[in-house]
């Protein structure tokens, strides 16, 4: 008895000391001026962004965005490409028309066995086109994701990045928001597990903050369970979580 139950402490141990995933949709730059290339380059993956982790990924269900407020039908499709067996997917995307082009993937269910659910993460990420700040807080109707309160480019480090959780087009009362740095290259090195992801609560609004002390990208993770259900690789029903994921970049002050 007493090794059944050691054995399921370590279990649950390894499974909370797991790095936590993160759909990730991340463009070559988040402000582009009329003076430079106006090809923004995206890149769609499933990592562990502090860890510096590659998930494989298939391709996603959907890829999209919203330019100025109003959806875009020219967007080019996503190139599968891979990293040591990995997948990710890659887009270069012209932009045509000033404004803030609001970009946004739909992953196909990723099954995870340690956690005994499915994870579906829908990422959004907003870049900045030629001086004309308009749209950038425009909603991509996903069953999930954050309505950023703050303008989400133009941040200093330090800066405090303010958002609102939608759970189909309404505020998610107290909703868990994780956080994460990618960490590129592997240059932070953490102290202990839990400083590897931060944590935050949304009021019963749906609000949350969080001040970013470090320049790069963040990710921020809005998580909540779907009304559905899916059918396991055995067969047996087992829930969702969804998550509205947002990345925001910091630069420092020179």
């Given at each position: 008895?007493?090794?059944?139950?050691?054995?399921?402490?370590?279990?649950?141990?390894?499974?909370s000391?797991?790095?936590?995933?993160?759909?990730?949709?991340?463009?070559?730059?988040?402000?582009?001026?009329?003076?430079?290339?106006?090809?923004?380059?995206?890149?769609?993956?499933?990592?562990?962004?502090?860890?510096?982790?590659?998930?494989?990924?298939e391709?996603?269900a959907?890829f999209?965005?919203?330019?100025?407020?109003?959806?875009?039908?020219d967007?080019?499709?996503?190139?599968?490409?891979?990293?040591?067996?990995?997948?990710?997917h890659?887009?270069?995307?012209?932009?045509?028309?000033?404004?803030?082009?609001?970009?946004?993937?739909?992953?196909?269910?990723?099954?995870?066995?340690?956690?005994?659910?499915?994870?579906?993460?829908?990422a959004?990420?907003?870049?900045?086109?030629?001086?004309?700040?308009?749209?950038?807080?425009?909603?991509?109707?996903?069953?999930?994701?954050?309505?950023?309160?703050?303008?989400?480019?133009?941040?200093?480090?330090?800066?405090?990045?303010?958002?609102?959780?939608?759970?189909?087009?309404?505020?998610?009362p107290?909703?868990?928001?994780?956080?994460?740095?990618?960490?590129?290259?592997?240059a932070?090195?953490?102290?202990?597990?839990?400083?590897?992801?931060?944590?935050?609560?949304?009021?019963?609004?749906?609000?949350?903050?969080?001040?970013m002390?470090?320049?790069?990208?963040?990710?921020?993770?809005?998580?909540?369970?779907?009304?559905?259900?899916?059918?396991?690789?055995?067969?047996?029903?087992?829930?969702?979580?969804?998550g509205?994921?947002?990345?925001?970049?910091?630069?420092?002050?020179?």
């Amino acid at each position: 008895m007493r090794k059944i139950i050691v054995s399921v402490f370590l279990v649950l141990a390894c499974a909370s000391l797991a790095p936590a995933h993160f759909g990730q949709i991340l463009p070559s730059d988040d402000i582009v001026t009329p003076d430079e290339n106006r090809t923004v380059t995206l890149t769609v993956r499933f990592a562990h962004p502090f860890e510096q982790g590659l998930m494989d990924m298939e391709p996603p269900a959907q890829f999209g965005a919203l330019a100025a407020g109003k959806a875009m039908t020219d967007l080019p499709p996503l190139e599968t490409r891979a990293k040591d067996g990995k997948r990710f997917h890659v887009a270069d995307v012209k932009l045509n028309r000033p404004g803030d082009y609001v970009f946004f993937v739909e992953p196909k269910p990723y099954w995870e066995p340690t956690e005994d659910k499915f994870i579906v993460h829908y990422a959004k990420v907003i870049v900045q086109a030629f001086g004309l700040e308009e749209g950038w807080d425009a909603l991509a109707g996903l069953p999930i994701e954050i309505r950023p309160l703050t303008r989400p480019y133009g941040l200093w480090t330090g800066n405090v990045f303010t958002g609102q959780v939608m759970k189909n087009g309404q505020p998610l009362p107290g909703a868990e928001i994780e956080i994460s740095y990618e960490n590129e290259g592997g240059a932070v090195k953490a102290p202990a597990e839990a400083y590897t992801i931060q944590v935050v609560q949304a009021d019963e609004n749906g609000v949350f903050s969080y001040a970013m002390p470090r320049a790069g990208w963040w990710g921020f993770a809005a998580l909540a369970e779907s009304d559905k259900q899916l059918k396991d690789p055995d067969g047996v029903m087992k829930p969702v979580e969804i998550g509205g994921v947002l990345w925001v970049r910091t630069r420092d002050m020179q």
